[in-house]
């Protein structure tokens, strides 16, 4: 009897190991996809993400190398990348109306701000994910569809590349304070991820605009003349959908 017992214990225990092994690597996979799916219909550029491991069971894992790609005109072969991303999620939430996101810690990514006529890169995807998220939510979009509640999202060491007509080809890299965003979809309809990257996007272009025109002096050559027309670009680009942040902003803090 206690033999069988034994046996039925150890074979629990197998189960149970099995499971949640399964239950790591099956939503890594799902978040995966999703990022491959929702991240070019938001952006309108390429994303690609080598791998997420979180584990259904606690919910934190790691996403490594999340690439976003450029819009066409830009030379750069990409415009953010990011070696590792942490992230912590409320399991019990993930068939739920709404996925609650404890925090997301994106750190040290590179992002690329390349000057071109008419504009930047960073500014054209950023026109892109506001045209995105200014739909709300919708039943058949990827990245929209699904509601979220995210109670932190941080990005830490960021690096701004800058190049193209900014530095007459050459590239300078600056770096980027720290951004942090708290209490995002609070509200019972909580926001989209096409918000949610329309708010963190936003404070990236804005940082980058006052870091260039801080450092134009140290960066030499045609910068300062750059370095304004880049703060420009991003004031009247979030001025333009200055009424959009707003409502997103109400949102994150019901």
């Known amino acids: 009897m206690?033999?069988?017992?034994?046996?039925?214990?150890?074979?629990g225990l197998a189960l149970l190991?099995?499971?949640?092994?399964?239950?790591?690597l099956?939503?890594?996979?799902?978040?995966?996809?999703?990022?491959?799916?929702?991240?070019?219909?938001?952006?309108?550029?390429p994303v690609n993400l080598d791998r997420a491991n979180i584990s259904v069971f606690s919910g934190s894992g790691e996403i490594k190398g999340f690439t976003m790609g450029?819009?066409?005109?830009?030379?750069?072969?990409?415009?953010?990348?990011?070696?590792?991303?942490?992230?912590?999620?409320?399991?019990?939430s993930l068939l739920a109306e709404k996925l609650i996101i404890r925090s997301v810690q994106v750190q040290a990514p590179e992002i690329t701000y390349e000057a071109a006529f008419g504009?930047?890169?960073?500014?054209?995807?950023?026109?892109?994910?506001?045209?995105?998220?200014?739909?709300?939510?919708?039943?058949?979009?990827p990245g929209t569809e699904k509601a979220l509640q995210v109670d932190?999202?941080?990005?830490?060491?960021?690096?701004?590349?800058?190049?193209?007509?900014?530095?007459?080809?050459?590239?300078?890299?600056?770096?980027l304070p720290d951004i942090r965003l708290q209490n995002l979809g609070q509200g019972p309809e909580g926001i989209t991820a096409a918000e949610l990257s329309a708010l963190?996007?936003?404070?990236?272009?804005?940082?980058?605009?006052?870091?260039?025109?801080?450092n134009a002096m140290k960066l030499g050559g045609n910068v300062a003349?750059?370095?304004?027309?880049?703060?420009?670009?991003?004031?009247d680009r979030l001025k333009k959908a200055s009424s959009g942040i707003s409502d997103l902003i109400k949102k994150r803090v019901e």
């Open 225 to 235: 003349e750059s370095a304004k027309e880049l703060g420009t670009e991003a004031k």
């Open 200 to 214: 963190a996007f936003s404070e990236v272009v804005e940082a980058a605009a006052k870091e260039v025109a801080a």
């Open 2 to 11: 206690k033999k069988r017992l034994l046996w039925v214990s150890v074979a």
């Open 152 to 175: 932190e999202f941080v990005i830490t060491g960021a690096k701004l590349n800058v190049t193209a007509s900014v530095l007459g080809g050459r590239t300078a890299t600056l770096p």
């Open 17 to 24: 190991l099995v499971l949640a092994v399964a239950g790591f």
């Open 70 to 92: 450029n819009p066409e005109g830009f030379k750069s072969p990409q415009s953010v990348s990011v070696g590792s991303i942490a992230v912590r999620l409320e399991p019990g």
């Open 26 to 45: 099956f939503l890594g996979a799902i978040v995966k996809a999703g990022v491959e799916k929702g991240g070019p219909y938001i952006t309108k550029v």
């Open 119 to 141: 504009g930047s890169n960073i500014g054209k995807i950023l026109e892109n994910i506001k045209a995105v998220a200014s739909m709300g939510k919708t039943e058949d979009q």
